[in-house]
């Protein structure tokens, strides 16, 4: 299922959330914004969509993605 109006899907809500429980939603999405923009690599930013959509992302993978703070670092 799919948010209509920002065009993500429930199971990248269920990611921020994930990641950043204790932010304001936009706060998480600029953040999860920002890495995906800071992905250089389409290949590597359409594993993590895939995996964020099947519900499969490691915990390192988590890690690494908290580790963005909206500066690209």
């Known amino acids: ?3 209509r109006a920002s ?3 429930d199971e990248l ?3 921020r959330i ?3 429980p204790n932010l ?4 998480g999405w600029r953040r999860i914004d920002s890495a995906f923009d800071a992905a250089a690599d389409r290949c590597r930013l359409e594993r993590i969509e895939t995996l964020a959509n099947a519900g499969r992302l490691d915990e390192e993978l988590r890690r690494t993605l908290r580790r963005f703070d909206g500066n690209g670092r």
């Open 1 to 3: 299922m799919t948010d």
């Open 7 to 9: 065009g993500r899907s």
């Open 13 to 15: 809500d269920k990611l």
């Open 18 to 20: 994930m990641l950043f």
């Open 24 to 27: 304001a939603p936009e706060e």
